[in-house]
């Protein structure tokens, strides 16, 4: 079956505009989560959905991240405003269930480049 | 709060020789741990998992990897390298309380050398 798809694959941004970064995570996935991922460094997690609540938002780096799932499915990260520091890989990721042995699966991410 | 560990941002070996990629873990409850291969330009796909099991886990492409909870480790392993090997790793931990995000380690880049 189709694994998580993320668009687009490349956005580049320059600095000031906002961008939406999309993620659709395999059917029947409860559990979404974003992530970012800086040049060299391991992906760091930013917000978790389960279906469509939002229940762990703390790490999103500031007040101009925002994201939402609002039918359990879909799901869009957005960025407000963007910095040159927002340029990074954002990684999107579902897992069936709420346990914390599920697998999470990944799309291919984003990747984001701030002028 | 949990962190990982990984030892060596590079990693070179030949072709056919053991691959040892070394992970260490804090945690201060028992943890799930996670290995992760990526890919240039791909995701992130699992390699193998620990959830408090067998400490022996055998993954996919002939890797495994061993929880030592003495040594707070889970190293990655694979007797014979292969050039398909040759990507970057991570090495990941959650935890069975709070928030089910994965924190990873910084990554370890595998060359295979002819």
């Known amino acids: 079956g189709a694994g998580v798809s993320q668009s687009p694959r490349y956005k580049v941004a320059k600095r000031g505009q906002d961008v939406a970064l999309r993620c659709d995570p395999i059917?029947?996935?409860?559990?979404l989560f974003w992530y970012q991922q800086a040049l060299g460094q391991g992906p760091e997690f930013l917000t978790y959905?389960?279906?469509?609540?939002?229940?762990?938002k703390s790490g999103l780096p500031s007040d101009r991240f925002f994201a939402e799932r609002p039918e359990g499915s879909v799901s869009t990260l957005k960025i407000q405003r963007t910095q040159q520091e927002d340029s990074a890989v954002y990684l999107c990721a579902s897992s069936l269930g709420e346990g914390y042995q599920e697998t999470q699966y990944f799309g291919p991410g984003t990747r984001l480049l701030v002028l | 709060a949990q962190s990982v560990t990984q030892l060596g941002s590079h990693v070179s070996v030949s072709e056919g020789a053991l691959v040892l990629l070394r992970c260490n873990y804090s945690s201060s409850v028992p943890p799930y741990l996670f290995w992760y291969v990526q890919y240039p330009n791909q995701g992130l796909q699992l390699l193998l998992k620990?959830?408090?099991?067998?400490?022996l886990v055998k993954g996919i492409n002939g890797f495994e990897a061993e929880f030592k909870k003495s040594e707070t480790s889970f190293h990655l392993t694979k007797p014979s390298a292969h050039m398909s090997d040759a990507a970057e790793y991570f090495c990941a931990v959650t935890q069975g309380t709070g928030a089910q995000k994965l924190v990873f380690g910084q990554g370890t880049r595998l060359t295979i050398n002819p």
């Open positions: 620990y959830t408090s099991a067998a400490t």
């Open positions: 059917s029947g996935h409860v559990s």
């Open positions: 959905f389960q279906n469509e609540a939002q229940l762990d």
